[in-house]
């Protein structure tokens, strides 16, 4: 499909992003407690570009739908999927939910993941409840997140490159730096904190 949208896969630091995603997984997967994926059927919310998506895929998931809110990186995730993994073109399919409902009409789900998204999606407390209307009965969902009350606060430090910030600094003035930082021109931020509609 050509969309002069999508992030073009030609781009190397989608595809760094994408293997890192891949790659880190298996460290991060063991940390979710029992996660047997054998021939389940797999929701992903929040897969971004999908490297993490097709890891799930190649360890004998029946299927793996993963999904995000932004459609620039959706569309990408079919380009990178097809360059980088072809082996799982029937296997791993991905949607956009465009709003904060994710919609998949009737499709149910032996395990839904939110890995590293909840601490991004705009109203964190209703995924849950969303999550569970997408299971199978005695389906799981798993969910992990770098949170702000981590000491270390790592998903500041692009804004505030200030290792242990948390312990020198009270939450105020962490925002209201971050704020400012945001509005300087050298700011850059990265993918998921400026395509709309990330607003978080
Ligand atoms: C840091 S990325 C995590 C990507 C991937 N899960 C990983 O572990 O590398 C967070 C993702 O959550 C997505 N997101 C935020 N709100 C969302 C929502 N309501 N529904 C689905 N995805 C959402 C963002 O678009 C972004 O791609």
């Not at 030609?10 to 997984?25: A, C, E, L, P």
């Not at 992990?144 to 242990?164: D, E, K, N």
Request: proline fraction near 4%.
């Amino acid at each position: 499909m050509a969309n002069s949208q999508a992030i073009q896969t030609t781009d190397n630091s989608y595809k760094d992003y994408w293997f890192w995603q891949r790659d880190s997984s298996p460290d991060l997967i063991a940390r979710y407690p029992n996660l047997d994926l054998k021939g389940k059927d797999v929701l992903d919310i929040g897969c971004g570009i999908g490297g993490r998506t097709c890891y799930l895929g190649g360890q004998g998931a029946r299927h793996v739908v993963g999904c995000d809110i932004n459609s620039r990186e959706i569309e990408t995730t079919e380009n990178l999927k097809r360059e980088l993994a072809p082996e799982l073109k029937d296997k791993v399919v991905f949607s956009c939910n465009q709003t904060e409902q994710i919609g998949l009409g009737k499709i149910k789900f032996d395990l839904v993941l939110i890995i590293d998204a909840m601490e991004y999606i705009k109203e964190p407390s209703l995924m849950p409840e969303q999550a569970y209307r997408l299971l199978k009965p005695g389906g799981k969902l798993n969910f992990g997140a770098v949170g702000w009350g981590h000491w270390h606060a790592t998903h500041m430090l692009r804004i505030f490159p200030v290792s242990f910030m948390r312990l020198f600094f009270s939450d105020k003035t962490i925002l209201n730096t971050a704020r400012r930082m945001m509005k300087q021109e050298f700011y850059k931020s990265r993918t998921w904190d400026s395509n709309p509609p990330c607003l978080r």
